[in-house]
């Protein structure tokens, strides 16, 4: 039997479907929030269904003074009567107004999101009250859409969605630096004899961090189901205070048996321009509304800090290209020769092979160079962690990165090391403990195979998506350095 559920507010309608549906000269019922009330008759009302609100005409003299008077901005009410053709222009249908209710008020002189422009850093900080503006309705609409278009993409693909624990006891991934989970009293905690804190005597017997990546446990998932993805919460405690970075953010991280380093790059591309696809099918208004939001702020930046594409077309570009794929040594080459590097404007000067790539590199070779996606592949070993396959040359690993225009690395992923006495070798150079990995190890003792995955940090992707420039800002509360409110 199938389920036919329905949710039914009071028996209201939302008001994408007043707007969407063919319900003229039907009584309806709406409840939301008031955006604006006009000249004592017209209240745009939202409800967070769509970017677009309803316009519902009050005939001021059918109702109390009083009620009218709470008709404020913020306000919740509950509206019903009849949908008619708009007199009006900007808008095709409107409602007019038999009954009105006030499910609660909003004091005009406190209510902090009144109708004008508030800065992205006032909001911030009422980030509870934020998703009220319709920019950050907008965006969340978009990270909620872009969130299913992930799922639908790996189901539809064969995948099996894995969940990677949160808390774990290892450390070895080396992504970031970790937080610590416990619950020994931090004043006076159990010593050993020779004085230092006793893990033995915590909640799991041994030290324990939130996870920064689940790709690890993602491997063993995949040596039995072939194809996993994670979506999920990690976590990194690297005081990065930048607007790439997040203490908190939400990684997809799939992996794959058999598949080695191209299919691996294959995937990730098919994927983000999959992805892309979904939201630009889907989120039209919101997208529409976001662009233009971007254009407004464009006019008040100098002309070469502007972007050249608008939203849409910038998705539709990465949407219907091919990235490119370059190694990291012919990146080098690039680098070392390019007009910034001679003329010493980059912060980090490309010298010599092995250098780690910054982020103001990432972005000429995207942004300057090739102007489209990349994908950098073949890193030197030393830059990059140990379990990634070490190629025949010995010194670079089958890693890559992918780079976004405005964004720098939003991908980053391997072929695995499936070869037990290389990945060893790899440990104990590195001084990681055979015994921490055994099970790690074990996946390479019985029935190793070839493998690969990466990850996407969903919060790059929801930036790029929505082109917002600041990875606080799209992402409901976000947690860094020094803040964690709400
Ligand atoms: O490159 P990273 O560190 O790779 C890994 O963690 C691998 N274990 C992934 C894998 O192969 N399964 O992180 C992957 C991506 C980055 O490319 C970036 O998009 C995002 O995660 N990311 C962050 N996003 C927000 N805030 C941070 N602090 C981030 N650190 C990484
Ligand atoms: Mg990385």
Redesign the pocket.
Known sequence: MAINFQVTTMNSYSVKELLSENLLLQEVTINGWVKTFRSNRFIALNDGSTINNIQCVVDFESFDEDVLKQVNTGAAVKITGTLVESQGKGQKVEIQVTGLMIHGGADPETYPIQPKKHSLEFLREKAHLRIRTNTFAAIMRVRSALSFGVHQYFQQNGFNYFHAPIITGSDA?G??EMFKVSTLDSKNPPLTEDGNIDYKEDFFGKETNLT?????E?ETYAMALGKVY?FGP?F?A?N?NTS????E?W?I???MAFFDLNDNMDLAEDFIKNVIKYVLENCQDDLRFLEKRLLDEEKTKPQAERSEMPLIEKLKFVSENSFKRVTYTEAIDILRNSKPNKKKKFKYPINEWGADLQSEHERFLVEKHFKCPVILFDYPATIK?F?MRLNEDGKTVRAM??LFPG?G??????QREERLDVLKEKMAALGIDEEELWWYLDLRKFGSAVHS?????????VLFATGMGN?RDVIPFPRTPQNAEF
């Open positions: 991934e992504a970031g920064v990546s689940g790709q690890l993602a994670t990690t990194r690297e990065s790439r970075h997040l203490a953010f990684m991280e799939p992996e962690a379990y990165d992918i964004i690395e939003i991908v980053g992923g391997s995955g990466f990850g996407l940090g969903f919060e790059r992707l990875i």
